[in-house]
């Protein structure tokens, strides 16, 4: 990550691919310790191009498989999820419901006080949203892919870019039905 930053300023958008190695403390066992990933870097982006990015690749990646690979997505829809290339269609073709933080953490709180939804995990604001949440505003509230920004400073990463408010920095995740969090950025400070 450091070298694509510096190579970014000197080439503009620049990516890397491979090994990444977790270094903060991560509390979901659907986070890998040590896993490969796409990391692209933008000189002089902030976080709503970097919403943008996420979400036109994401589009792009799940347009790809629905073109190119059928027979693999027929091979999945008989014996692994019956669901998966209407959910890749849905990626493809749906604009993407972006919330912030603290908009995604009342409308859950809501959901509670109301009876309609119950979770092992409390919502409250200042704590990282869990699996059970993030899959409950996309297969539930929302009803598709959504990226919630601007989260609590302490729920994110150190190099992340303090907002104007003082209390969330300018990160996002973005969030799939049926897997939950499947693309996490920032902008960084100045």
């Not at 620049?14 to 310790?33: I, Q």
């Not at 191009?49 to 498989?65: K, L």
């Not at 027929?74 to 849905?90: G, I, M, S, T, Y």
Request: glycine share 6%; proline share 4%; charged share 30%.
């Amino acid at each position: 990550q450091l070298s694509a930053e510096n190579l970014c300023c000197a080439l503009g958008d620049v990516y890397t691919f491979g090994p990444t190695f977790r270094a903060e403390t991560s509390n979901t066992s659907r986070h890998l310790a040590e896993f490969w990933m796409v990391e692209p870097e933008m000189a002089f982006a902030d976080l709503r191009d970097d919403m943008d990015c996420a979400e036109a690749f994401v589009r792009h990646c799940a347009r790809a498989v629905l073109e190119e690979r059928p027979s693999d997505l027929e091979f999945f829809e008989r014996r692994v999820d019956k669901d998966v290339a209407a959910r890749l269609r849905q990626l493809a073709e749906q604009p993407f419901t972006r919330i912030p933080y603290s908009e995604a953490v009342r409308a859950l709180q809501a959901e509670v006080d109301s009876g309609s939804a119950a979770f092992e995990f409390e919502v409250a604001w200042g704590k990282e949203l869990q699996t059970e949440h993030e899959k409950w505003l996309t297969d539930r509230l929302f009803r598709g892919p959504v990226i919630v920004h601007d989260f609590p400073k302490d729920c994110k990463a150190f190099y992340m870019r303090v907002n104007d408010d003082g209390r969330t920095v300018a990160a996002m995740d973005v969030l799939c039905p049926g897997i939950g969090e499947l693309v996490g950025g920032s902008q960084r400070e100045e």
